[in-house]
């Protein structure tokens, strides 16, 4: 597991220059905080799918909890035994998606997805905190954190 000390330098912010020290601060800062006060982490009674996912290479172990409603998801909690990016990937993003449709949920996981691998679109002034995570495009082995996360949810919205 990752400590904060191991995380990555930040990507630049969407409309910041490439190497602006203070847009790579921002994305740090936005994971830590994500990291050490998560949201909708716990467990879910009642849920109507829940998941486990492991990254085999790193030990990591994520599992996530959703309720729905038809097609609204009314709620969504996660459990995790894994590094800063992954809880943060998962607070950041079950917090987008609670009150919000499943297609909207499999929208916003493709918009994460491709912002790892370094797409840079308008959308992405739609994604808030979540943007933060475009520093991971720079680092392969970190894009598995990211998708233990958006592989479960989109697993969750299956099921």
Known sequence: MALSADLPPAGPLTGAAPNDPTAASLYQEIILAHYRAPQHKGVLAAPTASVEHRNPLCGDVLTLHLRREGDTIVDAAFSARA???TQATASM????????????????????EGLIEGASSGEAETLGDLRALASVARFPARKACVRLVTGALTQALSG
Not at 93 to 112: D, F, K, N, T, Y
């Open 83 to 85: 590094c800063s990016i």
């Open 93 to 112: 993003l079950l917090e987008r998606v609670i009150g919000g449709s499943v297609s909207h949920a499999a929208e916003l996981i493709g918009q994460v």
